[in-house]
């Protein structure tokens, strides 16, 4: 069986892990995209060049429609909702979140948003099975669009295999590389500013803190490794100083903040699975969460939650988090909890949903 994926977006944050992982795991022989960026991927047997940037009629009218023909490929698989419109074989496509729809207000009468419904449309038209990232995701999709429940199959994301509880002497060199002080207790958040993020939620809600003086808050990723727009708001609730803007790190680097850090806080309106929440979990970490969309499947029972749309509610979650004395026990569930989200348990599910379908 010749199973082929875009895997355009392969060094992407979000959709690119997703893709890395399924690689990985043996679900593809044949990937599309920048043959320079995928010529050292093992477990692939052919790539087809396609380097036409995600989005817009580009991709569309350069998809190589022809070549996977010729390659006599059985199954495609999208891992996002932008298909190829003109292609004629079996396809499936996997839709991660509808955050344009469902927070359409965020994106007011831009293009993205009508853009993105119409090609939700057609991706779940086309397709023989559409794969999602949680049942959160999946009702989401039966509530905006008419298609058969049966035909929507929730693979969840899995963890990363370096997400593990480190001792503090490994870590420590984070203190110098990142300028954080040691005597405070430390907070951070992982991710972008996409305005669904809620990341001025989280400084109001930060600025709050009854002890914030006594705490530091770590923005972490490539949004913040220059001037945002961020600081203006930290300046207008005189916290600058005590927040820090890490700019993109490394995944060792990432795993030992996870380890370093007191909390970790993860504010947004809107997630299709948040990888992060599992992640800062299987470090022993402790987490509080918003309960919004797919995030209460993702913690569980183990971690407490507030709304995210309710700062006063966000600042009483965290300062109660921050107050509590963390037990060996709650950790180790959290460890537990978080290990269950397995890569290898996704890639195997979804290697057996491409053979029910290429037979059908």
Not at 141 to 169: Q, S, W
Not at 177 to 192: A, E, H, Q, T
Not at 316 to 335: F, Y
């Amino acid at each position: 069986m010749k199973i082929a994926v875009d895997a355009r977006m392969y060094n992407m944050s979000g959709i690119g892990t997703y893709i890395q992982n399924l690689v990985k795991n043996n679900c593809y022989n044949i990937a599309l995209g920048n043959e320079e960026e995928l010529k050292s991927v093992q477990r692939i047997e052919k790539i087809i060049k396609f380097d036409s940037p995600i989005y817009g009629i580009k991709e569309q009218l350069k998809f190589p429609y022809k070549e996977l023909k010729k390659a006599k490929v059985d199954l495609l698989h999208v891992p996002h909702y932008n298909v190829p419109l003109f292609y004629k074989g079996d396809m499936i496509v996997t839709i991660h979140d509808l955050t344009h729809l469902v927070y359409s207000e965020l994106f007011g009468n831009s293009l993205k948003k009508y853009y993105a419904k119409f090609m939700m449309k057609m991706a779940i038209k086309k397709s023989k099975a559409i794969l999602t990232v949680s049942e959160c995701t999946k009702r989401d999709i039966l509530k905006y669009f008419k298609t058969d429940e049966n035909k929507i199959i929730v693979t969840y994301n899995g963890l990363k295999e370096n997400a593990r509880e480190k001792p503090k002497e490994e870590i420590s060199y984070l203190y110098d590389k990142f300028n954080i002080p040691r005597d405070k207790k430390i907070l951070m958040y992982v991710g972008n500013l996409k305005p669904h993020k809620n990341l001025e939620g989280l400084l109001e809600a930060f600025s709050k803190l009854k002890n914030n003086s006594e705490c530091v808050l770590l923005l972490v990723g490539k949004a913040f490794e220059s001037y945002s727009g961020l600081q203006d708001k930290e300046k207008e609730l005189n916290i600058e100083d005590k927040v820090i803007h890490t700019g993109v790190v490394n995944e060792e680097e990432l795993i030992d903040l996870y380890n370093l850090i007191d909390l970790f806080v993860f504010p947004s309106f809107y997630e299709g699975f948040g990888l992060p929440v599992i992640e800062a979990m299987a470090c022993g970490t402790k987490v509080v969460s918003s309960n919004a969309s797919s995030l209460p499947e993702v913690g569980g029972n183990l971690i407490p939650y507030f709304d995210p749309k309710d700062i006063e509610n966000m600042t009483k979650k965290i300062e109660e988090e921050l107050a509590r004395e963390d037990t060996i026990a709650e950790k180790i569930e959290r460890i537990k909890w978080a290990k269950s989200f397995d890569w290898k348990e996704t890639a195997k599910k979804t290697n057996e949903i491409f053979k029910i379908y290429d037979k059908q």
